[in-house]
């Protein structure tokens, strides 16, 4: 069964600082690896996703995350975070079986905080 | 293109009770699932459906359940309501493959149960 770990469930950086939050997976297949953001009191919005070749996938809002099949890794990455950048983040990995095994499973989310 | 839409926006109900939440997915997308998202719990997928069927199911009690209409809208309820059933419940539409392509997610229902 495929699984994901964010570990810690809080992050605080100041404004201008490097982001970095940490995803690793487990999949027995090669998986899709997704990364949402959600800002209070709304859904889920993609930011990026890898699914084959160039394993660098640059997201929106400056966001960028690099596939690591070695580490089992999937960090989100943000060179100088924004105090809009302040939100919820949830990793997903998804098995690529399709059909009736179709289905995300996601982390349990990391809450961003920017300190001015 | 309209996103997706869900309501209503809030409900609160009282124990026992039942509740119906309705999904309006992207125009063209086929594919809805839905999601269950508690502080304690986080995201839990709850079923998935495409075509009128249910494609897929979570580990969640009979209690819950859904439906899809031929023009891709989604309902779910739950009856005989629980304390523990309090939650922000997500609906997501995607083309045809939830493996593969994107989900987009509308933003919630909010239920509260007392």
């Known amino acids: 069964a495929q699984s994901v770990t964010q570990l810690g469930s809080h992050v605080s950086v100041s404004e201008g600082a490097l982001v970095l939050l940490r995803c690793n997976y487990s999949?027995?297949?090669?998986?899709?690896l997704f990364w949402y953001v959600q800002y209070p009191n709304q859904g889920l919005q993609l930011l990026l996703k890898?699914?084959?070749?160039?394993?660098l996938v640059k997201g929106i809002n400056g966001f960028e995350a690099e596939f690591k099949k070695s580490e089992t890794s999937f960090h989100l990455t943000k060179p100088s975070a924004h105090m809009s950048d302040a939100a919820e983040y949830f990793c997903?990995?998804?098995?690529?079986?399709?059909?009736?095994?179709?289905?995300?499973?996601f982390g349990k989310g990391i809450t961003l905080s920017v300190r001015p | 293109k309209a996103g997706v839409t869900q309501t209503p926006r809030y409900l609160i109900k009282t124990r026992g009770q039942q509740v119906t939440l309705s999904c309006s997915p992207i125009?063209?997308?086929?594919?809805v699932s839905w999601y269950q998202q508690t502080p304690g719990q986080g995201l839990q997928f709850l079923f998935e459906?495409?075509?009128?069927?249910?494609?897929n199911k979570g580990n969640f009690p009979g209690r819950f359940s859904g439906r899809q209409f031929s023009n891709s809208r989604s309902e779910m309820n739950v009856s005989t309501l629980e304390l523990g059933d309090s939650a922000l419940y997500l609906c997501?539409?995607?083309?045809?493959?939830?493996?593969?392509?994107?989900?987009?997610f509308g933003p919630g229902t909010r239920l509260t149960v007392l």
């Open positions: 890898y699914t084959t070749g160039a394993t």
């Open positions: 997501a539409s995607s083309l045809q493959d939830t493996s593969t392509d994107t989900q987009y």
């Open positions: 459906y495409f075509s009128e069927t249910q494609r």
């Open positions: 999949s027995s297949v090669p998986p899709y």
């Open positions: 125009s063209g997308h086929r594919s």
């Open positions: 997903a990995v998804s098995d690529l079986r399709g059909g009736a095994n179709s289905k995300l499973t």
